[in-house]
Nanobody, 126 residues
């Protein structure tokens, strides 16, 4: 069974950058569309960005467009979320999720994911 494992979170200041990584343990992310979601304290989990299983399509939540970039590296079997110009409002636990061969846009509807990671904390101070 594929287990996504996130890394790269941390405590940064507003305006800084971070790159999150999502790698697979126990299997491969090939043929899975990968999405990033986040959940702030006291709030529901929300969609952030997704990249299709073939890497050809990406989709973003409006508030991160122009600041965040999602990508995937087939050779390393890893998906990334490059986050630039971070804001205090981006503070959340970030989760990686995977769904078999769906579209990137379909990930925004959340629904049932095949796999979820355990999350990595991103904290942005003002």
């Amino acid at each position: 069974q594929v287990q996504p494992i996130e890394s790269g979170g941390g405590l940064v200041q507003a305006g800084d950058s971070l790159r999150l990584s999502c790698a697979a343990s126990g299997g491969t992310l090939k043929s899975y569309t990968v999405g990033w979601f986040r959940q702030a304290p006291g709030k529901e989990r929300e969609f952030v960005a997704a990249v299709s299983w073939d890497g050809g399509t990406v989709y973003y939540e409006d508030s991160v467009k122009g600041r965040f970039t999602i990508s995937r590296d087939g050779a390393n079997d890893t998906a990334y979320l490059q986050m630039n110009n971070l804001k205090p409002g981006d503070t959340s636990v970030y989760y990686c999720a995977a769904r078999w061969m769906t579209s990137a846009q379909a990930m925004a509807a959340k629904g049932d994911m095949d796999f979820w990671g355990q999350g990595t904390l991103v904290a942005v101070s003002s």
